[in-house]
Structures are given as C-alpha cells and as structure tokens.
T-cell receptor, first 112, second 115 residues
Framework: QQQVKQSPQSLIVQKGGISIINCAYE??????FPWYQQFPGKGPALLIA?????SEKKEGRFTISFNKSAKQFSLHIMDSQPGDSATYFC???????????FGPGTRLSVLP | DSGVTQTPKHLITATGQRVTLRCSPR?????VYWYQQSLDQGLQFLIQ???????AKGNILERFSAQQFPDLHSELNLSSLELGDSALYFC??????????????FGPGTRLTVL
C-alpha cells in the first residue's frame, strides 16, 4: 500500500514531441505528489509538485495532471527538448508526515 | 549546485566493515533527509532529522544509524556492511520539517561500493 507505480520504464521522444509519464498509488493518506528530475551523476531535483485539491498544475512546459478518484497522476512535458533527457521520478508523501515514497523512475531520451 | 555537500564522494570498503557518510545542509535548512538509491530498490527514504531530533523513519536497516549535530550537519553510519549495501546515498535538506510543501534539495551523493 506504500508503493507508487510508475510507467513507462523508459521513453524515447522526438524533439518537439510530448512526453507523458504516469504514476498510480493505493494509499489514500498520500496528499502531496512531487516530481523529481535526475541527471546522470547528480542528485534528484524537484521539478513540480501538486496537492490533491487541484486537478492540474502547469509550470512552463511541465504539467501535472491529477485524478484523485483513480489515484493516478501524470507528468506531461510539452515541446520536449534534448536537455530534458534525464530520469524522472514521481513521489508521494502522506499527511502524517511519516512516509515519502518514490516511483521506480522513467528514463527519458529526447532525440534531436 | 544545490548547496548541500556530501563527503566522501566515493567510498570502497569490504564486507563487515563500518563507514560514516557526512552531509552538510544548505545554510538555514533545519531538516536533513537520507536516501539510498540502488538499481534493484530504486530511491528509498531512510531517515529524517529536524533540528537535531529524529522526525521520520523509513526503510532504514537496524545496522544503519544517523544523527544530526548542533551545527545541523548529519552523519549516516553503516555497519556490518554487506554486498547489497552498495548504492548511492543521498542527503537532502529543507527549511521546514515535513515532506509536504517543503522543497528538498539533494546533495551530489556518496557512492558506496562494498567488496
């Protein structure tokens, strides 16, 4: 119940295309859903985050869509660029402040 | 550069040994978090300290322990090391004390290899 599932495991997109990464959870105590971006040799960095009282959040080319009833959320990267090539992790935190879990990650490659 | 520093960058040791990983948070951040990243387990939260006190505990083994000192730097101690402990260990820091709505800034990590 603590798990966050993430798909696809890897994704190849042409420059200018849309990259879509999906995550799903079971634990209804989760109420904060951040996405992290990790480049090789670096630590993860917060990209964008959403609360469950909002169905969508957009920051530049990055958008999180959230479906509370389905317990699913997704990251959309519009106009994908080669510089977006990285591993993306969804994550979830519970409202007790005791649990923070990551999805297994998606390796994104954007072809020039 | 996140402002979080970790030392050492690489560590190679043998099974059964004990090592200490060190983390200095960003200036002004009171929380320190430790994570383990491995190929088979992914990114896992280990433990969090806030202003010197343990705040949250994740999948941390009993062989592992951590502490946060008065100057807010933190150390993660790994003992009786096994081959499976080989991983990247990240430290992160945040201003506030919770996972929610507090941006965590990750350090560059310490790569531990157990031979």
């Amino acid at each position: 119940q603590q798990q966050v599932k993430q798909s696809p495991q890897s994704l190849i997109v042409q420059k200018g295309g849309i990259s879509i990464i999906n995550c799903a959870y079971e634990n209804t105590a989760f109420d904060y859903f951040p996405w992290y971006q990790q480049f090789p040799g670096k630590g993860p960095a917060l990209l964008i985050a959403i609360r469950p009282d909002v169905s969508e959040k957009k920051e530049g080319r990055f958008t999180i869509s959230f479906n509370k009833s389905a317990k699913q959320f997704s990251l959309h990267i519009m106009d994908s660029q080669p510089g977006d090539s990285a591993t993306y992790f969804c994550a979830a935190a519970d409202n007790y402040g005791q649990n923070f879990v990551f999805g297994p990650g998606t390796r994104l490659s954007v072809l020039p | 550069d996140s402002g979080v520093t970790q030392t050492p960058k690489h560590l190679i040791t043998a099974t059964g040994q004990r090592v200490t990983l060190r983390c200095s948070p960003r200036s002004g951040d009171l929380s320190v978090y430790w994570y383990q990243q491995s190929l088979d387990q992914g990114l896992q939260f280990l433990i969090q300290y806030y202003n010197g006190e343990e705040r949250a505990k994740g999948n941390i083994l009993e062989r592992f322990s951590a502490q946060q000192f008065p100057d807010l730097h933190s150390e993660l101690n790994l003992s009786s090391l096994e081959l499976g402990d080989s991983a990247l260990y990240f430290c992160a820091s945040s201003e506030g004390g919770g996972f929610r709505y507090n941006e965590q800034f990750f350090g560059p990590g310490t790569r531990l290899t157990v031979l």
